[in-house]
């Protein structure tokens, strides 16, 4: 254990990364407690590619210390940030301290805490007992139909559909906080009217307070999973009601301080999400010029790549071994 922190320190450098703009939570300052990648699943859709580390068992992964340390100092700057938030390389629920570190941060700040989860873990009791002081969760569900399920998720084994919905039917029960339920839709594998409907038959047992509606906007891992058009998720939005919204491009509301390192933070940015230009200039809040010179010199010392996905030029730094 002591070698995969020792590792995780050198390779990363950080545990906290951001604030990144979030379609979902505005500015986000992202706190990573896994060792890329680590997750239940190895989903066709994933931004961040192959899971090389699958698993089902909790591990503490990282230093607790080490992620409060670095992220004491970033609460005392005017950087804005609308959320805290555990998301990054894998399936966050899968460290086994999330409860206590939630219970850390929210004794630093006021700022509210969120957790994005791929649900696949919900139905753990100790799980649920860990997300309780978190101010929202933000579980996933692209499917009622388990042989969807699995050709979507490749989950790891133990895994069903049927045990995540009745996890999150039994953890809203329990949560007092906002539930945020992330639908995700994939062209021709999960957006028949039939996957609608049975999604919202439900999305009517678990009762979260918003229904969030995605697609693959970002490079998936795999070509075949393809994005919905606009006006699509527009029709499932009025099938799914009024508490249902189609996740919006994110709009830079105020300004960032810029950061000293520029290569560094583009590269902590990219290590956890591809990224256009316009993302990252919205995010970091570097002067267009210095952001080209910093991408540039990214690439030409092979640290990074560029994709064409969906019209855009996105931006990922490349993985080494």
Known sequence: MIQRIASRQSNLKR???????????????????????????????????????????????VSVNGVLKELSPLLRTKTKIDYITFSGSGEPTLNSNLGSIIKKVKNLTKIPVAVITNSSTIYDRNIQKNLLSADVVMPTLTTTEEKKFRKIHCPAPGITVKKIIDGLVRFRKLYKGKIWLEIMLIKGINDSRQDILALKKAINKIRPDKIQLNTVVRPPSEKFARPLSMSDLKLVKKIFGNNCEVVAEFKRPGNIPVLRDINEMVLQYLKRRPATMVDMNKSLGINQNELVKSIQGLMKSGKIKKKRYGGKIFYETIKIG
């Open 15 to 61: 545990f906290v990364y951001g604030p990144v703009p979030s379609r979902r939570l505005g500015y986000s300052l992202g706190i990573d407690l896994l060792v890329p990648k680590t997750c239940t699943y190895n989903c066709i859709y994933c931004q961040l590619g192959k899971t090389t580390n699958q698993t089902r068992k909790r591990e503490k992964y």
